[in-house]
T-cell receptor, first 113, second 110 residues
Framework: NAGVMQNPRHLVRRRGQEARLRCSPM?????VYWYRQLPEEGLKFMVYLQKENIIDESGMPKERFSAEFPKEGPSILRIQQVVRGDSAAYFC???????????FGPGTRLTVL | QQPVQSPQAVILREGEDAVINCSSSKALYSVHWYRQKHGEAPVFLMI?????EQKGHEKISASFNEKKQQSSLYLTASQLSYSGTYFC???????????FGEGTQLTVNP
């Protein structure tokens, strides 16, 4: 049973470009969570999605950031017009249901030049 | 609101014990514990549900006092492989997602 998959593992963007981060949850998991982690800091919640629905986006910046989890395909975190402050590791986690254990993917390291 | 973890960092010699505490100001449904090694993803250790239960994973165990909204992680006879940052992730009774603490950096030296 494959774990949570994220791609790309490393992403380099210039300021003003768009970044698209993908997350495929574990088989049988319909709940997806996105976190951001700055170097030497903790995991900051961004958004919680179920298939085709955003359940909680209270941790997501109001501008430039969006997330989706379509009926088919991976969950996508999209960052428009990236700035240097967006440089971080972005982790995706999935769980089979509400309040269940979350399993993390390997993360995407975003570097904005 | 973010839970408070203590200590922020701890250095041990192999074989020594450590306790990491996690405290929340909210009523909790469960507490999740993870360990993250540098440059890697967080790895799930254990989950504790309300009821004051205690769980164990090899020489790592944890307790959860729902009345005090606190959880503690106990590392016994530490091994070099225990080094990493430990995060607690409480789930509020009224909530639907985890809120992680800032982490406790544990270093085990030979």
């Amino acid at each position: 049973n494959a774990g949570v998959m994220q791609n790309p593992r490393h992403l380099v963007r210039r300021r003003g470009q768009e970044a698209r981060l993908r997350c495929s949850p574990m088989k049988g998991h319909s709940h997806v969570y996105w976190y951001r982690q700055l170097p030497e800091e903790g995991l900051k919640f961004m958004v919680y999605l179920q298939k085709e629905n955003i359940i909680d986006e209270s941790g997501m910046p109001k501008e430039r950031f969006s997330a989706e989890f379509p009926k088919e395909g991976p969950s996508i975190l999209r960052i428009q017009q990236v700035v240097r402050g967006d440089s971080a590791a972005y982790f995706c986690a999935s769980s089979p249901g509400l309040r269940d254990t979350q399993y993390f993917g390997p993360g995407t390291r975003l570097t904005v030049l | 609101q973010q839970p408070v973890q203590s200590p922020q960092a701890v250095i041990l010699r192999e074989g020594e014990d450590a306790v990491i505490n996690c405290s929340s100001s909210k009523a909790l449904y469960s507490v999740h514990w993870y360990r993250q090694k540098h440059g890697e993803a967080p790895v799930f250790l254990m989950i504790l549900l309300k009821g004051g239960e205690q769980k164990g994973h090899e020489k790592i165990s944890a307790s959860f006092n729902e009345k005090k909204q606190q959880s503690s992680l106990y590392l016994t006879a530490s091994q070099l492989s225990y080094s990493g940052t430990y995060f607690c992730g409480p789930l509020e009774t009224s909530g639907s997602r985890l809120t992680f603490g800032e982490g406790t950096q544990l270093t085990v030296n030979p």
